[in-house]
């Protein structure tokens, strides 16, 4: 389609970037921490840490990497941590030595973490101790030879984080105790520099992130992105907010954990790139705490999703927050409810903006913009260099004023799914169109809107639940004969997942059916309604209709 939507771009928004700015993420890195040394880079609980202090204890765990490890450029390397100061230096510090990061969920059950390792093949982790427990159930199962454990408080001052430790351990009891006699210590291998670090070549066609989700269909699938495909939506993101944000000054707030792609690429990599100080909040969940931390900072810029804006305004004392530096509110991972952004708006004087991405696409693909043109309902306009239209079922594009489904086209689109070349060819085509399962209408100027969704997929909160994996873990037990899982609309979290169950033997419970659930799913992936059934409506030749029991 005609890209209609140049017209609302401004002066300081280019219709193309340079996907090739930068060889690699480690270059735009190290630019960073050069230019803003002196700078926060990174502050959690109140504790920082500036762009000179990332490079060094960077360099010392590439170094750490390089010799005391057998991993070479091209090895995979999980990290599941929440948001916590390790993480950037994690990332950093992985990509140096030419690894690659394969993002995973620290609340994932052992089920789930024994597949995403397995399926990467990563042959090393940086695990929070907090759930090192469940990697000592699975890591006999996996490749996994070198194991970096940290602590939460791992680069607080002596004083707090002995503190912070005990709480966590005696009071809270969060560190269950775990056995991985080889496991070592993240905070002794970065604070050591006396290990030699070799600079290593990395092209921008290399891998930097098997990012995880699950497509279209089925469990969850590795997304490769190169460095090129994350410099070029760090460039569309930057290049989006360039006219309203300054080089060094800003302050953001990162609710999201670092291991979902909007959080990464936005949050942690696009404004390290602008020199921003970035607010790790470890437990969005709280509250109250993550109030006093918004109070707590003159902060530019929040990034969220639509349950966490929700949950903040319900909150007695979100209106002593100071909003008055804001320059930009962005919501993402899932769709923003009208009555949710027009509140905001009235309570804080300042937009929530929507924007629109998947995994598969680094993600950002659209977005309102910061200039005042948004508007509410809608996910704004395709960023730079990016081509969207609207296809009918035999992959023909639609008349305007009618809905189809949402292809992408741009430098930010994955090179496919790992090891899944089958899985590929569902979403990519041969010319590099993403096939995006979401069905959106768009207007004559080229603002698009979201009205239904092609696929089976569960969004909660923003998180991806693939109803074949729900299914799976559920018909493992041994009580049950059938089950379909599908999405059902819930006003805090957009959906939530309810299944249907036929039992094999009549004496299996609600109770009994949720406890074997919550032993192999992490908690949003939990069915929040459990219905049973005589039968399940299915096809003639016996597929089961999930989108009758919608």
């Known amino acids: 389609m005609e890209k209609v939507w140049l017209k609302h771009y401004p002066a300081s928004m280019p219709a193309e970037i340079n996907p090739d700015s930068y060889k690699n993420i480690v270059q735009l890195f190290e630019e960073s921490c050069k230019k803003y040394s002196n700078k926060v880079a990174f502050e959690n609980m ?18 750490y990497l390089q010799n005391k490890t057998n991993l070479k450029p091209g090895d995979k390397i999980a990290l599941q941590m929440p948001n916590i100061l390790s993480y950037p230096i994690a990332i950093y510090g992985s990509m140096l030595a030419g690894l690659v990061v394969v993002n995973t969920n620290p609340l994932y059950t052992g089920r789930e973490m024994e597949h995403q390792f397995k399926d990467s093949g990563a042959k090393a982790i940086v695990i929070v101790a907090n759930f090192a427990k469940s990697l000592e159930e699975i890591i006999s199962k996996t490749d996994i030879k070198t194991v970096i454990v940290t602590e939460i408080p791992d680069l607080f001052p002596a004083i707090k984080r002995v503190i912070v430790n005990f709480v966590l351990k005696n009071v809270k009891k969060m560190v269950p105790a775990y056995n991985l006699p080889t496991a070592i210590s993240f905070r002794d291998v970065v604070k050591n520099s006396s290990l030699k670090f070799t600079p290593v070549t990395t092209q921008n066609s290399d891998t930097a992130f098997l990012q995880y989700t699950g497509g279209t269909t089925g469990v969850s699938k590795g997304a490769v992105l190169t460095h090129r495909n994350i410099i070029a939506n760090m460039e569309q993101i930057r290049t989006m907010m360039s006219g309203y944000l300054n080089e060094g000054t800003e302050i953001i707030i990162t609710p999201l954990p670092l291991y979902h792609i909007f959080s990464l690429t936005v949050n942690c990599l696009a404004f ?41 305004m319900a909150d007695p004392n979100f209106g002593k927050i100071d909003f008055s530096n804001v320059k930009g509110i962005v919501g993402g991972a899932t ?26 696409s680094s993600p950002v693909a659209s977005c309102n913009l910061l200039n005042g043109s948004d508007r509410i309902g809608t996910i704004g306009i395709p960023v730079s260099s990016t081509d969207m239209k609207l296809v009918d079922d035999d992959g023909n594009e639609v008349k305007q004023g009618e809905s189809g489904e949402i292809w992408i086209k741009g430098p930010q689109v994955m090179q496919g799914y790992y090891n899944k070349p089958e899985e590929t060819a569902k979403v990519l085509t041969p010319d590099g169109w993403l096939k995006t399962g979401d069905i959106a209408i768009v207007s004559e100027d080229g603002f698009f809107k979201i009205v239904d969704r092609k696929k089976d997929m569960i969004l909660v909160s923003g998180f991806n639940v693939f109803p074949n994996e729900v299914e799976e873990v559920v018909a493992m037990h041994p009580k049950v004969m059938e089950v379909a899982a599908v999405g059902v609309p819930d006003e805090k979290s957009g959906e939530v997942v309810k299944i249907f169950v036929v039992k094999k033997d009549q004496s299996l419970t609600e109770a ?39």
């Open 46 to 63: 109140g504790v920082g840490i500036t762009y000179s202090e990332l490079d060094r204890m960077a360099h010392n765990f590439a170094a």
């Open 272 to 312: 390290m790139s602008m020199g921003g100080k970035n607010v790790l909040i470890t437990n969005p969940r709280d509250i109250p705490g993550f109030v006093k931390e918004l109070q707590a900072h003159k902060f530019t810029f929040l990034t969220g999703v639509n349950t966490l804006f929700n949950a903040l």
């Open 335 to 360: 769709a923003i409810q009208r009555p949710v952004a027009e509140k905001w708006k009235q309570l804080t004087g300042k937009s929530l903006v929507e924007g629109y991405g998947l995994t598969e």
């Open 512 to 550: 009994e059916l949720m406890e074997h659930c919550k032993k192999n799913l992490t908690g949003y992936k939990l069915p929040k309604f459990i219905e049973f059934r005589n039968e399940l409506p299915k096809t003639p030749v016996g597929k089961i209709l999930r989108r009758m029991l919608r």
